[in-house]
């Protein structure tokens, strides 16, 4: 199925409720919520794909018509930013929490160990996927991980993806936390759904915090809405005009979608 399909509906999960955020879908859910459909679809080898969203991803949705059909195409859209958090409650989604990929990752992890799923890493580099198979295997005894990759710092060539994509379908890996970064892992997913029997999890700088890379980003700021903030000060020459920008734009859409009603660009 491509990225421009229906999202999955059938985990045996209540749907979770969808709200419009300055012209994407997010999915309003608690994080038992979401990981009860994840583990649901993971239990029967389903092949979907879950976006862990931001500012900046919505900045990039709304910019990009491609990478907006991506993420309106993913079978969950999780509110990760604090921001995604603050307009799901403006549009009386009061009970809504952020989700953030690193903690979601870790839950996940926990929940497989327990059921026996197999698991893979895609993404990152080879010292990182070796700290984060260590580490996990320490906090989860008896965890499968069934496939680990770190693909090359370039685009793959059709025989590469081809190779990788049997791989990880012979694995047996039920959920593939994929670590590229946004949009390229987003994209990546949305060109695999069909082709690999897993659910596949955007969690982006979840690899570099789980490995040790980089250390989490302090409570204060994530409650303040300033994760983008933390990591700018810690990566100013990658990072920051990007934030700045994202974050802006973000605002700017978001006061916008409010005057206008609120819910402009939800789907029933």
């Known amino acids: 199925m491509t990225a421009t399909g229906q999202r999955g509906t059938d985990s045996g999960a209540q749907a979770p409720v969808r709200r419009g955020v300055v012209g994407s879908d997010v999915d309003a859910c608690t994080a038992v919520e ?3 459909r994840i583990v649901a679809w993971a ?3 389903a092949s979907r794909y879950v976006c862990y969203a931001n ?3 919505l900045v990039l949705a709304g910019d990009d018509p491609d990478f ?6 993913a079978d969950l ?3 990760d930013g604090r921001p995604l958090v603050w307009m799901l409650r403006a549009q009386g989604v009061q009970w809504q929490r952020q989700i953030r990929g690193p903690d979601a990752m870790v839950d996940l992890l926990r929940q497989a160990a327990a059921e026996g799923l197999p698991v893979g890493f895609y993404g990152s580099t ?3 996927l070796e700290a ?5 295997r320490a906090e989860f005894p008896g965890i499968r991980i069934a496939y680990r990759h770190s693909p090359p710092f370039r685009p793959v060539t059709p025989a590469e993806d081809a190779a990788e994509t049997a791989a990880i379908a012979a694995s047996g890996a039920r959920l593939l936390f994929v670590g590229l970064g946004c949009p390229k892992q987003e994209r990546w997913m949305a ?3 069909g082709r690999v029997p897993a659910v596949m999890l955007g969690v982006g700088a979840a690899f570099d915090q789980y490995s040790g890379r980089v250390p989490a980003c302090p409570p204060a700021f994530s409650v303040l809405g300033l994760e983008w903030a933390y990591r700018s000060l810690r990566e100013p020459r990658r990072l920051l005009w990007r934030n700045l920008r994202s974050t802006t734009l973000f605002a700017a859409r978001a006061a916008r979608q409010l005057l206008a009603g609120g819910r402009r660009g939800a789907r029933p």
């Open 126 to 128: 080879d010292a990182a």
């Open 34 to 36: 979401m990981s009860e």
């Open 191 to 193: 060109a695999h759904r």
């Open 77 to 79: 859209v999780i509110a």
């Open 43 to 45: 239990r029967r080898g």
């Open 55 to 57: 500012a900046h991803m």
């Open 132 to 136: 984060m198979t260590t580490r996990a």
């Open 68 to 73: 907006g059909r991506v993420v309106r195409g």
